[in-house]
């Protein structure tokens, strides 16, 4: 059995930062990619970044939405993601989910997908006021 487990969450102002954590635990597998993905009440779950391990150095991917004020970090050998946000804004309040994916493809930005992730963590909220 493999665990993510996310940390890092909390209650910051607007213009503010944070960084998310994220460490499996459990079996021993080895990820290609990690990602990170939010979920607001009442929306769908949204793509924010994946670290794609297959590129040298680690290529990575973001939607407009975040470009330029998150960056995802990690180590591949232990299965850790990192998410430093910055200029946070009230509507990137969600539960933000780290995810690991043990399928290789062709290309990184299948990693903007939901499903080539196998193993998912409970989330940890961010909530950003005005």
């Known amino acids: 059995q493999v665990q993510l487990v996310e940390s890092g969450g909390g209650l910051v102002q607007a213009g503010g930062s944070l960084r998310l954590s994220c460490a499996a635990s459990?079996?021993?597998?080895?990820?290609?990619?990690m990602g990170w993905f939010r979920q607001a009440p009442e929306k769908e779950r949204e793509f924010v970044a994946a670290?794609?391990?297959?590129?040298?150095?680690?290529?990575?991917y973001y939607p407009d939405s975040v470009k330029g004020r998150f960056t995802i970090s990690g180590d591949s050998a232990k299965n850790t993601v990192y998410l430093q946000m910055n200029g946070l804004k009230p509507e990137d309040t969600a539960l933000y989910y780290c995810?690991?994916?043990?399928?290789?493809?062709?290309?990184?930005?299948?990693?903007?997908?939901?499903?080539?992730?196998?193993?998912w963590g409970r989330g940890t909220q961010v909530t950003v006021s005005s």
């Open positions: 670290i794609d391990w297959t590129r040298i150095g680690g290529s990575t």
């Open positions: 995810a690991a994916s043990d399928t290789l493809y062709s290309h990184g930005d299948y990693y903007r997908q939901r499903y080539p992730y196998r193993y």
């Open positions: 459990g079996r021993t597998f080895s990820s290609y990619a």
